[in-house]
Nanobody, 116 residues
Framework: QVQVVESGGGLVQPGGSLRLSCAASGSRNSIVRMGWYRQAPGNQRDLVAIITSGGLRNYADSVKGRFTISRDNAKNTVFLQMNSLKPEDTAVYYC??????????WGQGTQVTVSS
């Protein structure tokens, strides 16, 4: 059974930094891509950043230059380094994993709150 587990959320002041981690386990198939979405109250779930197994990255315009996605393929883990955080970055952040022949999986979400 595939498991996707996030960690690293929390409360941070505006201008601060946080690093999210997400580890996928339970499948022998290769992972095509991993990434992060976020959902604020009353809003839809939106893309934050995605990285493929080959290292191609895609970011939402709102986080370009502030967030960096990286990946450890050997450990099926993806990271999101978030710098210069703003109150509008407050949301539940969800990890997503696309696995060959199996489909897409989501983590349970981790809360990020940016507030003074």
């Amino acid at each position: 059974q595939v498991q996707v587990v996030e960690s690293g959320g929390g409360l941070v002041q505006p201008g601060g930094s946080l690093r999210l981690s997400c580890a996928a386990s339970g499948s022998r198939n290769s992972i095509v891509r991993m990434g992060w979405y976020r959902q604020a109250p009353g809003n839809q779930r939106d893309l934050v950043a995605i990285i493929t197994s080959g290292g191609l990255r895609n970011y939402a315009d709102s986080v370009k230059g502030r967030f960096t996605i990286s990946r450890d393929n050997a450990k099926n883990t993806v990271f999101l380094q978030m710098n210069s955080l703003k109150p509008e970055d407050t949301a539940v952040y969800y990890c997503t994993v696309l696995i060959t022949l199996q489909g897409n999986y989501w983590g349970q979400g981790t809360q990020v709150t940016v507030s003074s």
